[in-house]
């Protein structure tokens, strides 16, 4: 058992990386409870998400230099438990929501939009994060959470949430009256994209692999879908607009997706890439096409904290829902991470690290 800081706990239980691998290096233990240090608040973790991302930390394809033992996690929500010196915005008590991404340099703290800073990287990446029963962070990066959602749900949303406002409205520059194609309509990414670019105003069609993915991307607001095992994607976009092609491709996989993003476009259209799961490099099929019709390729970020604020009203508003797969225990962290791996979700996963 454990008992909360305010009773004296000193230490919490966290699933850690002692090694950069495979499922294996993902590690119960009991570490220590951090020390609150000025301007910085201890969350108690009520839920974390589970990111692709988290797997590339723990296999060390984002970085070697990451300090081990380390606590991955992106996507946190929970309870302020201890506020330290000069904290004034938040107390104990409060229901918060850690920012899933922030610059970690001091030099870099005051740098607007937050994401375009050279030290900003998804929370939990060269500090600790979420997959833990506290986490500390400075409490610059905590919004308060009016949401009304339970925590296994609001978990879901944070990270896809930003990434999808940043790529979808900001650099997609996504208007009513559009047309989007959503690659991997069903994946966490995804099927954030399908509601930002409903909530825009626009028409979406995305791709699946299975009819469950399917039945999840219609009941987001989908207008259409196809089953890219089944059909010709570029083939069925064309359909959907009728010979057009769509303005603006949002593509959270890369790599093998790029000549079906390229063939669905119509002139002077966009592709956002915001992902690399489907590899990291990519070719351009045909550069004539690609220069004739003045097609646009531009890469996205995350988001800032004012685009997180703006998406977190959209879920307030209702337009916006946690796309939720499954919720497991912390102790469960390998089998989501496996579950990942063999594109076994359906939106997301969420892990609670109280739960037994």
Request: proline fraction near 6%.
């Amino acid at each position: 058992m454990h008992r909360e800081v305010a009773g004296g706990a000193t230490t919490m239980h966290a699933m850690t990386i002692k090694a950069f691998g495979g499922l294996d290096v993902l590690t119960g233990q009991e570490v220590p409870v951090p020390k609150t240090r000025p301007g910085h608040v201890l969350v108690k973790v009520d839920a974390v998400g589970v990111n692709y991302y988290d797997t590339l930390i723990r296999s060390g394809a984002v970085s070697r230099n990451i300090a081990l033992p380390h606590v991955g996690g992106s996507d946190v929500v929970g309870v302020i438990a201890v506020t330290g010196e000069d904290v004034t915005a938040f107390e104990p008590g409060q229901r918060v929501i850690v920012a899933p991404g922030y610059p970690t340099d001091i030099a870099e703290q005051a740098y607007r939009p937050e994401n375009e800073a050279p030290s900003y990287f998804p929370t939990g990446t060269f500090e600790w994060g979420g997959y833990a029963q506290f986490m500390q962070v400075s409490a610059r990066w905590v919004v308060a959470d009016d949401t009304g959602l339970p925590p296994e749900q609001l978990a879901a949303i944070p990270l896809v949430l930003v990434t999808a406002v940043h790529a979808v409205k900001t650099v997609g520059n996504v208007r009513p009256g559009q047309r989007v194609l959503v690659q991997a309509g069903a994946s966490g990414a995804g099927s954030m994209a399908i509601q930002v670019a409903k909530a825009l105003g626009a028409a979406v069609i995305a791709t699946v692999s299975t009819e469950a993915k399917a039945k999840l991307a219609r009941e987001l607001g989908a207008d259409a879908v196809v089953n890219y095992r089944a059909a010709s994607v570029v083939e069925a976009v064309r359909a959907f607009t009728s010979g057009d092609g769509v303005d603006v491709v949002i593509d959270p996989v890369g790599g093998i997706t790029l000549p079906d993003s390229i063939g669905s476009l119509r002139p002077r259209g966009t592709i956002v890439n915001l992902g690399l799961s489907g590899g990291a490099a990519a070719t351009i099929p045909n550069l004539y096409q690609f220069f004739r019709n003045e097609l646009h390729l531009v890469g996205s970020w995350m988001g800032s904290m004012d685009e997180l604020r703006f998406g977190l009203g959209l879920v307030r508003q209702g337009k916006v829902r946690a796309a939720l797969d499954q919720v497991l225990p912390l102790a469960a962290a390998r089998e989501a991470h496996r579950l990942i791996a063999e594109s076994r979700v359906t939106g997301k996963l969420v892990l609670l690290p109280w739960a037994t």
